[in-house]
């Protein structure tokens, strides 16, 4: 996998801890929202171990009645991955590829540096949250494909804010 594997497309199929994956169309033991029917598009085949919601990495619904769910031991690819056009000027969506320069807040705090921690510790890092625009400074940033893009503050009352930026009104030009 690349990233955090929302590109893999293997068929690794059991947990970190030895479960054996549900199938995704099944909804026994645990009952879900990612039916393959209802979100095509996002490889959700048999019981291979997938990224669709921006997870730390590919996981599963297991077949075990008490454990609902577990990461997947998948590798971390050698190549590099693949391009994405980012956005420079302004964000779709919930803004996870927005690559701008905006580093304030809506209240115009600075925000902290992504590598800090200080005055806020966190785990959203480069380390963790891989490919997420993080190394980049202190930029506005959704690494957590949260509601929109936030940044931890450098002010030690507020720890994180939203962040300001205009929302494309036509597609975003690299």
Same mark, same amino acid.
């Given at each position: 996998m690349h990233c955090m594997g929302e590109d893999y497309t293997g068929t690794v199929s059991t947990t970190v801890h030895g479960y054996t994956c549900q199938?995704? *169309?099944?909804?026994?033991? +645990?009952? +879900?929202?990612f039916d393959p029917l209802l979100v095509p598009g996002?490889?959700?085949e048999e019981n291979y171990c997938r990224?669709?919601?921006?997870?730390?990495?590919?996981?599963?619904?297991?077949? *075990?009645p008490s454990i609902r769910w577990g990461y997947c031991s998948v590798p971390q690819c050698i190549t590099e991955?693949?391009?994405?056009?980012?956005? +420079?000027?302004?964000?779709?969506g919930d803004g996870h590829l927005y690559r701008g320069n905006i580093s304030v807040t809506k209240s115009?705090?600075?925000?902290?540096?992504?590598? *800090?921690?200080?005055?806020?510790t966190h785990d959203?890092?480069?380390?963790?949250?891989?490919?997420?625009?993080?190394?980049?400074?202190?930029f506005c940033r959704n690494?957590?494909?949260?509601?929109?893009?936030?940044?931890?503050?450098?002010?030690p009352g507020m720890r994180w804010e939203y %962040?300001?930026?205009?929302? %494309?009104v036509d597609p975003p030009i690299p």
């Open positions: 199938h995704w *169309s099944a909804q026994t033991p +645990h009952q +879900h929202n996002m490889n959700l990224n669709p919601d921006g997870e730390l990495g590919p996981w599963c619904y297991t077949t *075990s991955p693949p391009a994405i056009v980012p956005e +420079h000027t302004c964000f779709t115009g705090l600075t925000c902290q540096s992504w590598v *800090s921690q200080t005055p806020h959203r890092t480069p380390q963790i949250y891989k490919c997420r625009g993080l190394e980049e400074n202190n690494p957590d494909k949260t509601d929109a893009l936030w940044c931890y503050t450098t002010h %962040c300001d930026v205009p929302i %494309c």
